[in-house]
């Protein structure tokens, strides 16, 4: 028997068209090719085990073979084979089909779609034209009592199909490698293309007399079949040269969507740095992509590993993706699990946990302030540290803090510095009065420390420097001055003199004798206003202009300095106001240039006058 016969479809010529649109990503032909031959061979196993197949299965490697000579790549597989009748309703109907339905969609998408739908779409049987001017197929069905059957089709409309003898049950597809598409007769090439997608495939494949896969991957297994061990080298093996993984979350979830997979929280530099692109989709073992974005919560990018759902609609556009209900629940399951790993984490080891918080602290803040459901259930195991390198859950440090650090109208001052070493005097300052002062000063945590003060009851948060210490955390009693109300006036006259500058602005405060003689802050509001405006904040910072630096100098009446002040005689009190005011400028780092040399010569000759 040999037919000659003509497929039935609506769009014309589609052949051309995919041929032109999926140039970047003809290298999936072999991906569609041996998942199917991978379904025939699956589907022959399943009919043997009902028992609608009663022959020997035998070996069942799906085998894919290159011919540099003779031009063709063939894909071969001892799955359920075909009858000719079945070749015209699959390959010709189905397969032509879908290949149609996708060049329809193809057409409506605008260009930046056209990228998105390259390589999550399944074109199937059809994608075998994008590489191959001319197709055979060489099946025989697995019932008894069938011939073989022979299809040719150069992917016009055109086919052709005969009665052939097959000795062996399955399918052959043969392609004929067109010559622009030379780069795949290259064994290496197809090699890097099988590892790429079918590293896990559950059938073995064989290329070149050996199995390049993994029928089994550990994502498919119980987590109680596995060991620690297990883990880390799957990690290796799929991120080779990386460093081991903090921990992992296995996800395996059959209702109300079918998800399996392993997730692996990296060791991450202490900078925004995310690798996206870590995590590698697959759809019933066969690699997708490896951008995973809408269906992983934004800050759950940097977590490595795979994911694997039939359930994610791979033939979408990205637009729709998001919108799509199924992933909306991926993603509440993911980040749900998440939580719950790093809670159990806390729970049971909590030394352990501790040891990990600065590779994951960055995350925890991140998912924190981009995910409010996250927040609810991390608020728990955030950690705080402060400058004693202590750590402790946002619940402990409040407890911790509460006696000391209320001030008069209840609130509890959360002191914090950025720079330990920098505000040092600050910092010392602090814990002089008992104070508490902890160390933020991540990336994130000037967006953290906001949320926290909104979240958290009564509670406002200031760097150690924004204040002098008495007014940082205002209480009732306050430190009497022993200078007058003239007096006071006096020694501002002179230090506003001596200073000279507009941005400072001097007051004259009862501080302890024990305080520096001069302490100048900055605003914890203004120093907040000109960070967010360094960040860019745009929007309706802009309004203000470029904010003037605006610092506050504190001139401690009851400070001995103060007294010598008001008593010298002519130049010599400014003089004194100036290298004051100096010690605390350098205090703050901010004694610089010229500025800095006279305060040095100053110096000199103040020692040399004792
Ligand atoms: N190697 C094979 N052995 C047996 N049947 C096959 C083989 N390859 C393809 N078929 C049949 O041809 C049909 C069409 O294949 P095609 O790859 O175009 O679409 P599909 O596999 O159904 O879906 P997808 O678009 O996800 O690949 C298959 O459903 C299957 O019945």
Redesign the pocket.
Known sequence: MQEKGSISIHTENIFPIIKKFLYSDHEIFLR??V???V??TQKLKSLGQLGEFKGELGELKVKVSVDKDARTITIS?R????TAEEIKK??NQ??FS?ATEFVEKYKEKDAAAKDQIIGQF?????SAFMVAKEVEIF?KSYKDDTEGAHWVCDGSTEFSLETTAKADR??D?VLHVAEDSDEFLEAARLKGILNKYCKFLPIEIEFEGTVINQTAPIWTKQPSELTDEDYTKFYQELYPFSEPPLFWIHLNVDYPFNLTGILYFPKVKDELQFQRNKIQLYSRQVFITDEVKDVVPEFLMLLHGVIDSPDIPLNVSRSFLQADAAVRKINTYITKKVADKLAELYRKDRAGYEQKWSDIGLFVKYGMLSDDKFYEKAKDFALVQNVAGKLFTLPEYQEFVQANQKDKSEQTVVLYTTDAEAQHGFVQAAQDRGYDVLELNGPLDSHFIGQLEQKLEKTTFKRVDADTIGKLIEKEESTESVLSDDDKTKLQDVYKAAISNEQMHVQVEALSPQDAPVIITLPEFMRRMKDMQRAGGGGGMQMFGSLPDSYTVSVNANHPIAQRVLQAEGEAGSKLARQAFDLALLAQGMLKGEALTAFVKRSADLLAAE
């Open positions: 569609e090719l998942s199917n031959a379904d025939a597989d799955g359920l084979g075909m699959y390959i189905i397969a879908g399944g074109l199937g049987f059809y099946s399955g399918t597809v």
